[in-house]
Antibody, heavy 121, light 107 residues
Framework: EVQLVESGGGLVKPGGSLRLSCAAS????????MNWVRQAPGKGLEWVSS????????YDADSVKGRFTISRDNTKNSLYLQMNSLRVEDTAVYYC??????????????WGQGTLVTVSA | DIQMTQSPSSLSASVGDRVTITCRAS??????LNWYLQKPGKAPKLLIY???NLQSGVPSRFSGSGSGTDFTLTISSLQPEDFATYYC?????????FGGGTKVEIK
């Protein structure tokens, strides 16, 4: 069974940093691109960042470029999101999500339960 | 960036109704179009991928069609568990983008 379990969310002040982690199991982690998708309270889904299976290709939304860094460790079956210079508008549930294939041109077929990040003074 | 526009943004329907949701892309995306269902407080779930392919385990009352810029999700006979918010998403190019969502409510 595919499982994606996020951790690392919490309350942080504007300008602060957080590192989200996602532990993956139940599938061959290094055969899939991985994504972070977020959802602000009461709002729709917003793609944040993607990383290819071997970390060769990384893509970020303009809204987080230069502030957030996606990475993965295939030896630990783990995905990460380092979030720096956090803003109030980054407040959201952050989902770790598996791409069906090697590239971002495939659907997101599994999602974690999400971890809440709240940025507030 | 490719903009995805869903309509309607919400609808009220009864159990057994046929429901259609549309999604329009701001430029051609071939069939790189996926549909998700999300219930309150839960993660999204993939329903349809590549415009018309039913994800494993998804009931056959769900179907998708379209190519290029115009796409449709159809629920042939709405069931109680289908009341949720539906999102389309293009995987043609980054940034990956989602439609604004369609909330399906009980009439």
């Amino acid at each position: 069974e595919v499982q994606l379990v996020e951790s690392g969310g919490g309350l942080v002040k504007p300008g602060g940093s957080l590192r989200l982690s996602c532990a993956a199991s139940g599938f061959t982690f290094n055969s899939h691109n991985m994504n972070w998708v977020r959802q602000a309270p009461g709002k729709g889904l917003e793609w944040v960042s993607s990383i290819s299976s071997s970390s060769t290709y990384i893509y970020d939304a303009d809204s987080v470029k230069g502030r957030f860094t996606i990475s993965r460790d295939n030896t630990k079956n783990s995905l990460y999101l380092q979030m720096n210079s956090l803003r109030v508008e980054d407040t959201a549930v952050y989902y770790c999500a598996r791409g069906e294939g090697l590239t971002t041109a495939t659907p997101i077929d599994y999602w974690g339960q999400g971890t809440l990040v709240t940025v507030s003074a | 960036d490719i903009q995805m526009t869903q309509s309607p943004s919400s609808l009220s329907a009864s159990v057994g109704d046929r429901v259609t949701i549309t999604c329009r892309a701001s430029q051609t995306i071939s069939t790189y179009l996926n549909w998700y269902l999300q219930k309150p407080g839960k993660a999204p779930k993939l329903l349809i991928y590549a415009a018309s392919n039913l994800q494993s385990g998804v009931p056959s009352r769900f179907s998708g069609s379209g190519s290029g810029t115009d796409f449709t999700l159809t629920i042939s006979s709405l069931q109680p568990e289908d009341f949720a918010t539906y999102y389309c998403q293009q995987s043609y190019s980054t940034p990956l983008t989602f439609g604004g969502g369609t909330k399906v409510e009980i009439k």
